[in-house]
Structure formats: C-alpha cells, structure tokens
C-alpha cells in the first residue's frame, strides 16, 4: 500500500503562485508514476500533471502548459507542482495520485491523496 500526502494548498491572489508537494510513503512498480487532478465544484474531476520516476518524462494538460511545472525530487519519494500565474479557475481541490501508467484516466491510478484546497481571489 501506498500513501500519498499533498501539502501546500492555500488562499492567493490572481497572478501569484504556489508550489503543491505530494509526499509518498515508499515507490513501488504499481506507483512508478505520480500525477496531479483537481476538482472544482460542481465539475468532474481532471487530469493535470503526471512525472514518470526514474525517467524524464512529463505530460501536462493543455490548460497549465506555460504556467504549472510538475518535477520530483527521488531521494524525499516527493513530487512537486510548481503554480505560477494562477487563475480564479484555477480554484479547486488538487490530489496527487500514483499509478503504472502515464495517463491522463484517473482510473489509471491505483493510490489517491486526501487532497489539498487552492483558492485564487481575483
């Protein structure tokens, strides 16, 4: 079993940024990669960021590309997302996640955080 632990979320204005960790209890072959949803009110939940371990592969949805930067740091079992030039529709609950595959497909994933809330005030 894998946990994951995300810290960093928090209240900023338009324009500003924030850099979310998503903190594993140990890396497996079932959680080689590690991505980043969110969940706005109302609104399915949707992919943002995946890293592969031990590789130098990323993807990103189209929505963050030039603002958000997902890296991870293998020696803490941690994995980052760097915010920047945040939006008001950037608010929403962000989790990591960790699974085999480097998908978009939240059910790809295998092992969930318990969240952390990014509010951006305009």
């Given at each position: 079993?894998?946990?994951?632990?995300?810290?960093?979320?928090?209240?900023?204005?338009a324009g500003g940024s924030l850099t979310l960790s998503?903190?594993?209890s140990k890396r497996t072959i079932?959680?080689?990669?590690?991505?980043?949803?969110?969940q706005a009110p109302g609104k399915e939940r949707e992919f943002v960021a995946a890293i592969t371990w031990g590789g130098v592969g990323t993807v990103y949805?189209?929505?963050?590309k030039g603002r958000f930067t997902i890296s991870r740091?293998?020696?803490?079992?941690?994995?980052?997302?760097?915010?920047n030039s945040l939006e008001s529709d950037d608010t929403a609950v962000y989790y990591c996640a960790a699974g085999r595959t480097r998908s978009e497909d939240t059910t790809?994933?295998?092992?969930?955080?318990?969240?952390?809330?990014v509010t951006v005030s305009s």
């Open positions: 079993q894998v946990q994951l632990v995300e810290s960093g979320g928090g209240l900023v204005q998503c903190a594993a079932s959680s080689v990669v590690t991505g980043w949803f969110r949805a189209d929505f963050v740091d293998d020696a803490k079992n941690t994995v980052y997302l760097q915010m790809q994933y295998t092992y969930w955080g318990q969240g952390t809330q």
